[in-house]
């Protein structure tokens, strides 16, 4: 019994991320609740928020995954030169 709980397909952290960006774009993020997003993916509210820490922090990872994808496309369409400037400056 004890061990790494495994998701099914429609409970996995990825399919609710899914649902609740789904959802905050066609209702807007404060028209949505944990349970609207529980039953776009079919499964109990006690599951998403076990799984994802809640709808505010469901947002936060929908963010982080917006920020890095813009850094990766930015730092894509910079030549190699800018990209050793920047990461000398980072550092």
Do not use: C, H
């Not at 609710?16 to 993020?29: D, K, N």
């Not at 076990?50 to 813009?70: C, E, P, Y």
């Amino acid at each position: 019994m004890g061990g790494p709980r495994r998701f099914r397909g429609l409970d996995s952290p990825a399919a609710i991320l899914a649902a609740a960006t789904r959802l905050f774009v066609q209702s807007g993020y404060a028209s949505v609740s944990p349970v609207d997003i529980a039953r776009e993916v079919g499964t109990a509210l006690p599951a998403v928020q076990a799984i994802t820490g809640g709808k505010s922090a469901l947002l936060g990872k929908r963010l982080n995954l917006l920020r890095r994808g813009l850094v990766l496309w930015v730092w894509r369409g910079m030549s190699v030169r800018r990209r050793l400037s920047v990461s000398i400056t980072a550092a």
